[in-house]
């Protein structure tokens, strides 16, 4: 028989068992769903990361501090998160840096910025807040926008002056509806009057800026924490296409202000990063971070469902036992009146197949289907979530449709071709 006759026999034996192969493929179905969800997920995750991302502006390249450990790659970079979080202090990077790398030819400005924690308080109302010290350039290049008043300059920052402004959310908690402008709030024991609100702009990577209580940078570190340094600073360019020979000129530059050694050149051909106290990070780094971490939960997710997928296809393996223990008569005799072992092999692998194709289809449906309603769910949360499957979820899917099927199709088939024509006839 040629491959169209056994198909149309394949088929017609399906379709004879309508509900046994209806619950047949149901472990499939669940499977192949969760592998379209995974990656709908997936590029729905990728997608709002990269518009926080993105928020804080494309132009930009960033400095943050790094615990200096010694080692390379993935360890260091391990190392250094642990001892950020369990208090280690750096204390290195400072406004000095921040200066320098201004004057490079393709910056055309930069904000440093450093955190602190206080209680803030007007009239009865008392909050613990996040208090974010900043240079006065910060509102030009940060995608913040003012709702009132105005921001400090760079005159009040050096000055150490005593202003604030406030964040939507925690003006609506100390203020209520009256309007802050020109009153005065107390932080520690200090009173600083508030010069402008921020518009709503929502939480970005976790943070909610809404909440937070913006000082001049100097004043953050010389009234009330007694520092130096700063956490982070945030240049923005002229051409972005030269993005990362920027950012190798400001390495220089911090490592030359912070007595860092010249970097060794690994076999790899980049730079030994092991003993700086800084990391600068352009937005191409950012988004190969980004694929990295979004393609490696991914894969995660997938592993997790391939183990719905065995299941499901030991489910096919025994019912296809089944089916071959039912059907031992008619291989005897289609054996008997010449069938081959391929022909018989072939017919019970097009099943299975069939079987798990099938389930494939609907589980892709059904897929697309909770991806959809998982998109709305996400965006009636505040979420600036897309709906979109990549075209190689379908390819995955068809894929895992076709191999389980071939794989747990393979047992019970090779036992019927192997069957013997006269034991088999005996069946009757």
Known sequence: MDFISLTKIAISNLRSNIVRTGLTVLGIVIGIASVIVV???????????????ESFGTDIIETEIKVPTGKRGLAAEQQSAMGLATGVQITTLTLEDMEDIKDLPNVRDGYAAIMS??????????????????????????????????????????????????????KDTLFGDLDPIGKSIKIKKDKFRVIGIMEERGAVMTIDFDDYVYVPIRTLQKRMMGIDHVLYMVHRLYDLSISEQTAAEARTILRENHDIAKPEILPSGEEDTSKDDFRVVTMDEMMETLDVVTNALTILLLAIVVISLIVGGVGIMNIMYVVVSERTSEIGLRKAVGAKFNAIMIQFLIESVLVTLIGGIVGILLGLLMSYLICIGANSAGLEWDFGVPFRAYVVAISFSVLFGVVFGLFPARKAAKLDPIEALRNE
């Open 117 to 170: 924690q206080e209680q803030v308080g007007y009239s009865n109302e008392i909050k613990k807040a996040f208090l974010l010290g900043a240079t006065a350039s910060y509102i030009d290049i940060d995608k913040s926008e003012l709702e009132s008043g105005r921001f400090f300059t760079e005159a009040e920052d050096k000055s150490l002056a005593k202003v604030v402004v406030l964040g939507s959310k925690i």
């Open 39 to 53: 990656f709908s997920a997936g590029e729905g995750i990728r997608g709002l990361i990269l518009d926080q991302i």
